[in-house]
C-alpha cells in the first residue's frame, strides 16, 4: 500500500471537518455552497477509492499521530465501513448538488455559510464514526454530527421545525448518554477503548455485573439514535420539517450510521463473549423488527403528509434492517446490511422527488398533489421508479434486499415462514402508501387555483433526481458491488459468534 492510500482513511475526516471554518468565511452567495459541494465531492472520492482497495483486498489501518492501537486512537477501514462510507459521503454530494435551488430560497445569505458549515461538520462526524475503532472517539463524532445535524434541521422554513428540533435533541442526548455511559463501564473492566482490544479482554469479565449493565446502556442507546421501534418518535418530525435537502442527507444516512455502530460494537465486543447475548440479541430484537415493518407501515398508510408518510416508512425499511441482523446467519446478515445501501438509494431518491414537488406545490399533503404527474410529469416519473424500489419490485435495488431476507428467513424452518409472511404483508402495506400518492397525483383533478401548464424543477435538481433514480434501476440489475461488500461484511462480523 502506497503512502497516499495509506493516509486516505483519515482524509476521509480530515477534509470535511477542515472545509468546515474555511466555508464559514465565504460571504458572497453562492460560494459557501460550492465549497460543502467540492469538499462532498473529494469526499466521496476518497470514499470510492478506499472501496477500491477493499475489493482488491486491502484493509486500512491508520494510528493517528503514530501512536499504535490499543495505546492510540486507530482508523480503520473494511467492506462494511467503505459501503457505509459510499451511502454518507454519497447522500452529501446528491443532497448540495439537487439543493442549491431550495436552500437558497430557506435561508437567507447572512446564515448561508453558517449553514454550510454545520453540513460539513456533520458530514465529517458522520464519517468519523464509521472509520473510528475506538469506542470513545466514536462517542466524540457521534456528539460533532449530531449538534450540527440540530443546526440543519432547525433551519427549516416551518417554525414546528424548532419543537422537532428539540424533540430530537433530547432523544440524542439520551441515547448518547446511555452510549457513553455503558462505554465507562466497559472501560472500568477492561482498561482499554480499542474496540479489538476490548474484544480480546472483555471474555475474562463477561460474567460481571458492570459488562452486562454495559451491554444493555450501548444497545439501547445506540437503537435510540438509530430509530429503532419503539424508540423511533424523534424521527418523523425531524424528517418532515428539515429543510428538504437535509431530509434527502439525513434519511439517507444518519441512522444508518447508528446501526452500523451497533452492529460493530455488538458483534466484536459482545457476541461470543457474553454468555446468551446471541441468543438475547435475536430474540429480543425480531420481535420489535417485525412490529416496526406492520405499525410503522401501518401509520403510512393513513398519513396524508408526504414527508411524515415516507419518514413512517423508513420506521419500517429500518425493521427490514433490524430482521435481518437478527437471523444472525450469513444471508440474513448480508441482506441487512445490503439493505442500508438499497434504502439510502430509494429513500433519496423519493425526498428528492418531494424536494422537486415542493419547488412549485404549496404544501406537501397528499391533497395539494392533484393532479401534479400533469404539471410535473418527469418528477413523478421519478417519484414512482423511486417507491418501486421501496416495495421491492424486481429491477430495481430493493428487490435484491428483499429477496435476500426471504431466502434467509426460508432457511430458518418453520419461523422464517412466519417471517416470510410479515415481509411480503409489509412490502404491499408499502403499495398502498405509495399508490396514494400516486392515485393523487395521477388520477385526481388539480384544486383550484392551482398552475396551469408545466412548472418542473429547476434542471439540476431534477437531473440529480433522475440520477439517484437510474442508480436505483442499475443497482437492481447489476448488484454486484453492494453484495460484494456486504457478504465481506457479513462474514467478518459472524466470525466473533461462537
Not at 151 to 175: D, E, Q, S, W
Not at 214 to 222: K, P, R, T, Y
Request: net charge neutral; proline share 4%.
Amino acid at each position: 500500500m502506497s503512502v497516499e492510500a495509506y493516509h486516505l482513511a483519515v482524509l476521509q475526516v480530515v477534509v470535511p471537518l477542515l472545509s468546515a471554518p474555511f466555508v464559514v468565511l465565504l460571504r458572497p452567495r453562492g460560494l459557501a455552497w460550492a465549497a460543502a459541494s467540492a469538499a462532498s465531492a473529494m469526499a466521496f472520492a476518497i470514499a470510492v477509492s478506499l472501496t477500491a482497495g477493499v475489493l482488491s483486498g486491502d484493509e486500512y489501518r491508520y494510528a493517528v499521530g503514530g501512536w499504535a492501537a490499543p495505546y492510540g486512537i486507530e482508523i480503520r477501514v473494511d467492506a462494511l465501513t467503505s459501503l457505509l462510507l459510499l451511502v454518507v459521503t454519497g447522500a452529501s454530494l446528491v443532497a448540495l448538488l439537487a439543493g442549491r435551488r431550495s436552500l437558497d430560497v430557506d435561508i437567507d445569505d447572512a446564515r448561508q455559510p453558517l449553514f454550510y458549515g454545520a453540513w460539513m461538520l456533520a458530514l465529517a462526524g458522520l464519517a468519523g464514526i464509521v472509520v473510528s475503532a475506538d469506542a470513545f472517539n466514536i462517542f466524540v463524532f457521534m456528539e460533532v454530527s449530531s449538534l450540527a445535524s440540530y443546526i440543519l434541521i432547525a433551519a427549516g422554513p416551518n417554525r414546528r421545525a424548532l419543537p422537532a428540533t428539540f424533540k430530537y435533541l433530547v432523544m440524542g442526548t439520551i441515547g448518547a448518554t446511555f452510549y457513553l455511559i455503558g462505554v465507562g463501564l466497559i472501560y472500568m473492566m477492561t482498561g482499554t477503548l480499542n474496540l479489538a482490544d476490548m474484544a480480546q479482554r472483555v471474555h475474562e469479565v463477561a460474567d460481571q455485573r458492570p459488562v452486562l449493565a454495559a451491554a444493555g446502556f450501548i444497545i439501547v442507546g445506540l437503537a435510540l439514535k438509530a430509530a429503532v421501534f419503539p424508540l423511533h418518535a424523534w424521527l418523523p418530525n425531524a424528517y418532515t420539517y428539515a429543510p428538504h435537502a437535509v431530509t434527502v442527507f439525513l434519511a439517507a444516512c444518519a441512522t444508518k450510521v447508528q446501526i452500523y455502530v451497533l452492529l460493530r460494537f455488538d458483534f466484536l465486543v459482545f457476541q461470543g463473549n457474553l454468555p446468551g447475548h446471541e441468543f438475547q440479541f435475536s430474540h429480543f430484537l425480531m420481535p420489535l423488527a417485525l412490529l416496526a415493518i406492520l405499525l410503522a407501515s401501518g401509520v403510512a398508510m393513513m398519513e396524508r403528509n408526504l414527508k411524515r408518510l415516507l419518514a413512517y416508512s423508513s420506521v419500517a425499511q429500518i425493521g427490514y434492517i433490524m430482521l435481518g441482523v437478527s437471523l444472525l446467519s450469513a444471508t440474513g446478515l448480508s441482506a441487512g446490511i445490503i439493505h442500508i445501501f438499497n434504502h439510502a438509494l430509494a429513500k433519496g431518491a423519493l425526498f428528492l422527488a418531494v424536494a422537486c414537488l415542493g419547488m412549485h406545490i404549496q404544501g406537501l399533503r397528499l391533497g395539494d398533489l392533484a393532479g401534479a404527474a400533469k404539471r410535473m410529469p418527469w418528477t413523478m416519473a421519478a417519484f414512482v421508479i423511486a417507491g418501486l424500489s421501496l416495495i421491492g419490485i424486481p429491477g430495481t435495488a430493493g428487490f435484491v434486499s428483499k429477496w435476500l431476507l426471504i431466502s434467509a428467513a426460508l432457511a430458518e424452518g418453520s419461523l422464517g415462514i412466519a417471517v416470510v409472511a410479515v415481509v411480503l404483508i409489509g412490502s404491499l402495506m408499502a403499495v398502498v402508501y405509495v399508490w396514494r400518492v400516486v392515485e393523487a397525483a395521477y388520477f385526481q383533478s388539480p384544486q383550484a387555483g392551482s398552475p396551469e401548464g408545466r412548472h418542473e424543477a429547476p434542471p439540476m435538481l431534477l437531473v440529480v433526481t433522475w440520477a439517484a433514480v437510474l442508480g436505483n434501476v442499475y443497482f437492481g440489475l447489476a448488484p454486484g458491488l453492494p453484495i460484494k461488500l456486504s457478504q465481506a461484511a457479513a462474514a467478518s462480523l459472524l466470525q466473533h459468534l461462537p
